[in-house]
Antibody, heavy 125, light 106 residues
């Protein structure tokens, strides 16, 4: 079964750091680009970051640029999101998702076809 | 950044009725647009990519159309599981922005 399982969320104070992990199973991670998408409580989806199959292309939303780092370890079938300088507005459910495309370099006529169930990050003092 | 505006914000319909959802882009995205459905308490599910291509296993009642700046997701006959929130996402340029969503309610 193709599956993504996120972990690493929790309650953290403003300004602190957290690292999210997404474990992939049922498929070979280096066949696909990967993304992090977040959803604040009661709100819509926000794309956060994306990474190509070989880490050659990495992109971020302006809201997290310079604070978050997406990375991957294909040998471990794992995706990461290191979040530094957390702010209250980073509070959200964080999903990892698989891209149908290997590179996901725009323009890309594909979509995000596999999603995890998410891990919750709460930034509060 | 490309802004996607979805309308209406809420659509009130009955099972068996036809639903028409709109997504408008602030600049042309050609056909590089995807649609997702999110049921309460669940992760999103890919419905349509490349504006009109149905994802694997998707029932035929879903169809997507449009190009440039105006896109439509049509559900020909609403099933109870279709009462959910729908999002469009552009993949024409970074960042891969989402629209604000349309809630389809009974």
């Amino acid at each position: 079964e193709v599956q993504l399982v996120e972990s690493g969320g929790g309650l953290v104070q403003p300004g602190r750091s957290l690292r999210l992990t997404c474990a992939a199973s049922g498929f070979i991670l280096d066949d696909n680009a990967m993304h992090w998408v977040r959803q604040p409580p009661g709100k819509g989806l926000e794309w956060v970051a994306g990474i190509s199959w070989n880490s050659g292309s990495v992109e971020y939303a302006d809201s997290v640029k310079g604070r978050f780092t997406i990375s991957r370890d294909n040998a471990r079938n794992t995706l990461y999101l290191k979040m530094n300088g957390l702010r209250r507005e980073d509070t959200a459910l964080y999903y990892c998702s698989r891209d149908m495309d290997r590179a996901a370099i725009p323009p890309s006529g594909y979509g995000l076809d596999v999603w995890g169930q998410g891990t919750t990050v709460t930034v509060s003092s | 950044e490309i802004v996607l505006t979805q309308s209406p914000a809420t659509l009130s319909l009955s099972p068996g009725e036809r639903a028409t959802l709109s997504c408008r882009a602030s600049q042309s995205v050609s056909t590089y647009l995807a649609w997702y459905r999110q049921k309460p308490g669940q992760a999103p599910r890919l419905l349509i990519y490349d504006a009109s291509t149905r994802a694997a296993g998707l029932p035929g009642r879903f169809s997507g159309s449009g190009s440039g700046t105006d896109f439509t997701l049509t559900i020909s006959s609403l099933d109870p599981e279709d009462f959910a929130v729908y999002y469009c996402q552009q993949r024409f340029n970074w960042p891969f922005t989402f629209g604000g969503g349309t809630k389809v309610e009974i």
